[in-house]
């Protein structure tokens, strides 16, 4: 199986940029995507195929990165993004990043 | 509007078969696959199953000998079963749909709410 690897937890002030990564075991092209998820909520589909963004979804949210390493970036961050976010890849059988948590100061 | 509902018992005994249908509304399941997803309490995602819209299936690998994917398309609906149920398996149960890139990769668009299921004597 393909394993993402996340960072878990980041802190940022809103209004600030924040920079989310996730690191494939092996390439999986632009085969990766991204999810929000609130607590007691399901997850939310963000960015698509490593950079298309959701419809939507609000321009804040962008990822980038092909291969191996990926990034969703947030920029400005706003206090409802307090959230865990999720990469996922479907190269071979689908597997999901233990997901990042971010959290406002 | 696209909508998917899970349904299903919420305890279940150990050793036990579990069975979840998931109810979709807002499009066809010959067009959209549906996969099921699985979250244990404060833990990640893991990937269970999936039927495509032609009727064809996949299994987590670790999982497949106590799966089983099935749809009615003439109830909108998609059942999962699993056997043998331990403790480890009590989590939230998703269904979302499938949706396909060129090249192969796919994503899962829209989600149900879940629902809890806990594996306990």
């Known amino acids: 199986d393909t394993v993402l690897t996340q960072s878990p937890a980041l802190a940022v002030s809103p209004g600030e940029r924040v920079t989310i990564s996730c690191r494939a075991s092996?390439?999986?092209?632009?085969?990766m995507h991204w999810y929000q998820q609130k607590p007691g909520q399901q997850p939310k589909l963000l960015i698509y195929?490593?950079?298309n963004l959701e419809s939507g979804v609000p321009a804040r949210f962008s990822g980038s990165g092909s291969g191996t390493d990926f990034t969703l970036t947030i920029d400005p961050v706003e206090a409802d993004d307090t959230a865990t976010y999720f990469c996922?890849?479907?190269?071979?059988?689908?597997?999901f990043g233990a997901g990042t948590k971010l959290e406002l100061k | 509007q696209v909508q998917l509902k899970e349904s299903g018992p919420g305890l279940v005994q150990p050793s036990r078969t579990l069975s979840l249908t998931c109810t979709v509304s807002?499009?066809?399941?010959?067009?959209?696959?549906v996969s099921w997803v699985r979250q244990p309490p404060g833990k990640g995602l893991e990937w269970i199953a999936a039927i495509w819209s032609g009727g064809s299936t996949d299994y987590n690998s670790a999982l497949k000998s106590r799966l089983s994917i099935s749809r009615d398309t003439s109830k909108s609906q998609v059942l999962l079963k699993m056997n043998s149920l331990q403790t480890e398996d009590t989590a939230m149960y998703f269904c979302a749909r499938l949706k396909g890139l060129i090249g192969g990769s796919y994503y899962f668009d829209y989600w149900g709410q879940g629902v809890m299921v806990t594996v306990s004597s």
């Open positions: 195929g490593a950079s």
């Open positions: 092996e390439s999986v092209s632009t085969g």
């Open positions: 996922q890849q479907s190269w071979n059988d689908p597997t």
């Open positions: 807002g499009f066809s399941l010959t067009s959209y696959g």
